[in-house]
């Protein structure tokens, strides 16, 4: 059974920074996506940062430039590197993966239990 933990998460002042990881057991499959969303209270959730099955990320146009998404075979392990936080960025952020290469990457494959990032002003 496939069991994502992450950890990472913080309170920080704007313009802080935060290191997310995710750590996977069980993923059998060769080749999956892997990428981390968040959900702000009220507001729908939003991907943040993915990799893809052939290695190639993409971000949500609002973490551009400040966050960084990477992937650590060895250890099974995902990293979000959050950098020049700001408040809007609070939020639960879930680590997800998907075996399904082929499909859009929504988050209907297995999910974490969410690390919490406030972001203070």
């Known amino acids: 059974q496939v069991q994502l933990v992450e950890s990472g998460g913080d309170s920080v002042q704007t313009g802080g920074s935060l290191r997310l990881s995710c750590t996977a057991s069980?993923?059998?499959?060769?080749?999956?996506?892997m990428g981390w969303f968040r959900q702000a209270p009220g507001k729908e959730r939003e991907r943040v940062a993915r990799?893809?099955?052939?290695?190639?990320?993409s971000y949500a146009d609002s973490v551009k430039g400040r966050f960084t998404i990477a992937k650590e075979n060895a250890k099974d392990t995902l990293y979000l590197q959050m950098n020049s936080l700001k408040p809007e960025d609070t939020a639960m952020y879930y680590c997800?993966?998907?075996?399904?290469?082929?499909?859009?990457?929504?988050?209907?494959?297995?999910w974490g239990q969410g690390t919490q990032v406030t972001v203070s002003s």
């Open positions: 990799i893809s099955c052939d290695g190639s990320v």
């Open positions: 069980g993923v059998i499959y060769s080749r999956v996506v």
């Open positions: 997800a993966v998907d075996p399904k290469c082929w499909l859009p990457f929504v988050g209907s494959g297995y």
